[in-house]
């Protein structure tokens, strides 16, 4: 008579998990997304939401392009390969939301392709590579189309207007008609502050998802909140800007601006609360997350006050996502009794 | 002796055709990358640098090939510098003369092809080793091999930078360029998505063969060194 096997199950640890997969972080961050697209609607009509979703066909398709498909049946949840974790879906509607709203699709497209491909399938996928995916597809966009990168267009017009270059061939471009330039650009080319409540409700030229400072603070009390993301690194980032600008705001008021605009506008508060924060690509010690902070919020002001661009806040998470591994290096904690 | 003169005829063209694919300069052996980077932002720079590097191998391969029985082995690398560089200079006298614009374009570069690796890695590897018939014929299988290559950069940097093939313009007005095409990111992108795809279509190729070329390939390398 057979006996029934043991029920004593061995295991050794961790033995109990948060329950915070990597699935569940990445469609966490993209539902916090929405409430940002849909701004971006609102404000420039449905040129914003073709471009995002032009972003993250061209992720999601690199991804399934390039993902292991050896195992995978054609039907059942292996089918879809590592886009199930929605990592490249992300990758996708973050970049589509750094783009100005009057690029043309394919280019949004291509940014995609490029933010995939050269951003992470090339260093062997998600968790290994070195930079955040959605600002390497920016940064190319912005080598490759250094104008488009940088027209802006008022918001406010009618929902369906399309914008004159959405539709544009592939390779080709169509100027927009009306041009209008950020707060930054005005502050630094033409001397003029933008009032912070146009700041805060987002009425302002920029890209899609990076005018409205009081939603995207919303949604990173949110995530914050919800744990998502450590609140050290975005917290580091925004006490960097505030103090290195308030210095200078200190010094001289006429030329430097005050922090609070400095905080606003741009894509400071979208670059902290959705890049500076990616797991893959800021250091994992507390220590490090400071330092990480400190030195993305300084190159800002750097690159902002000092650089020839009006804005740095790309540049500045791409130069310190390279110095990560350094970072955590230097921060590790010493071992018990080491 | 006819049978032996047919195997002597076919073993040259197979140094003739090696450096186009299968040795490949560029895509197979990744030497000589820094003319394959610095001097492809255009097919009209690309050729002419491939040119002029055809001129430069053809000519000291074939003259080290001559001297190879007379050149002591102490001193072989310095005399062959001195024949490359020879070279270098004649072609670059000559373009200067008849080509001054390409000249222009080309800068430092042409001088610079003195210290082309896949120059002298020829020299050493084949030319000192071998009679003047198959010298030469690796000689312009390489150079037409990297010329090859450097066209091919070229032609995707200039079509993708400034939406012109050799000059001419192929999308009219409304073109968008990619200014990173023409700069030094582009020639590394370029590169890089050349050499995926040559890989990546070698893969295939070995692939759908089992025991065809991927097997007879090293054979013959062998056999061509022996």
Redesign the interface.
Known sequence: MARDAPRLRIKTAPYVHTGLSTRRLMFEVVASLAPVVLCAAWYFGVSAVLVVAAATAGAVGTEWVFMDKSDGHLLGKHSLGTLRDGSALLTGVLLGLTLPPAI?LW?AFLGGFVAIS?GKVIWGGLGQNLFNPALVGRA?LQ????I?LTTWVPPGASFWDLRSGTF?AP????VDGVTSATPLGLAKFEQQITPIRALLSGDTAGSLGETSGALLLICAVYLGVRKVFDWRLPLATILSVALFSGALHLIDAEIYPSPLFMLCSGGFLFGTVFMVTDPVTSPITPRGEWIFGLGVGLLVVLIRLFGGLAEGVMYAILLMNSVTPLINRVTQPRKFGG | MADEKTASDVRNVDELVKGLWRDNPVFIAVLGLCPALAVTNSLENALVMGLATTFVLVGSSTLVSLLRKGIPKQVRISIYIIIIASFVTTVDFLLAAFAPTAHKAMGAFIALIVVNCLILGRQEAFASKHSVVPAMADAAGMSGGFTLALAMIGAVREILGSGTLLGFSLFGESFEPWVIMILPPGGFLTLGLLLVIFAWVKKRFEERQPGGLGATEPAAAKGGVA
């Open positions: 043309p280019m050269l190319f080598a490759a189309f250094p488009t544009a390779l080709m471009n169509a």
